[in-house]
């Protein structure tokens, strides 16, 4: 009974439009000013404070100052995981395929979800690991195994410093596109870190569209057998 009010009160939060809007630009991890944030809603800057007021006092999102400024940012890497896929249904109505835009289909094929990489692309990879052992699923998370260990070792991913940040190792994110989880956490921020540094992925003019390149899938094709 006591979580029934909490998810009533968030249902009300994300079903604003303009406070959807504000929370979708936030999903790649950046920290926005309310001016920012109020152009990407189309609303004032009286509106858009209102409604930040509402979104940080509902634990959706913090405030940090700087200078000058206040920046807002999603509350933290569970918030996103678990409001990206409520915000898409609010934002995005059931539509034929045939209508499906080209940004949503490259949504859909490899994006950022806050820190780590999502739709078919981060699934793909996620279910790979699985596949080779390097990864076992154990209530919602994802344990690295011995050969995981090593396999993450030679990528020159410190899985001893992921351990100790004060964040959840790698637990499952349900990907709402391909309905299958995706690795998230300190584990999956790392791995898209590593794909990054590495030219396997870039950034595309939608900042949370990500491109996997020829190199990446080459890569990825002899790391982990994918064929993409």
Do not use: N
Request: aromatic share 6%; hydrophobic share 40%.
């Amino acid at each position: 009974m006591d979580a029934e009010p909490s998810m009533a009160s968030i249902g009300a939060l994300i079903g604003s439009p303009a406070r959807s809007a504000m929370l979708a630009l936030l999903f790649d991890g950046r920290a926005l000013t309310a001016t920012e944030l109020s152009q990407a809603a189309g609303v004032s800057a009286a509106t858009a404070s209102e409604h930040l007021g509402k979104l940080v006092s509902g634990g959706l999102l913090i405030c940090e100052k700087h200078g000058r400024h206040r920046y807002y940012k999603l509350a933290g890497d569970e918030v996103a995981e678990a409001l990206e896929p409520l915000v898409h249904l609010v934002r995005h109505k059931p539509a034929p395929i045939r209508q499906v835009s080209s940004e949503q289909k490259q949504i859909r094929c490899a994006r950022l979800c806050y820190d780590h990489m999502a739709g078919e692309l981060g699934v793909s990879i996620t279910t790979a690991m699985v596949e080779q052992g390097y990864l076992v699923v154990k209530d919602r998370h994802y344990d690295v195994t011995i050969t995981g260990e090593r396999f993450f070792a030679e990528l020159g991913i410190d899985l001893r410093s992921l351990r100790k940040a004060r964040r959840q190792f790698a637990p499952q994110c349900l990907d709402w596109s391909e309905r299958k989880p995706h690795v998230a956490g300190a584990l999956g921020a790392a791995i898209k870190d590593l794909a990054f540094s590495l030219k396997w992925i870039e950034r595309t003019k939608h900042r949370r569209i990500i491109k996997l390149t020829d190199f990446g899938r080459k890569q990825l094709g002899q790391k982990l057998g994918l064929k993409l």
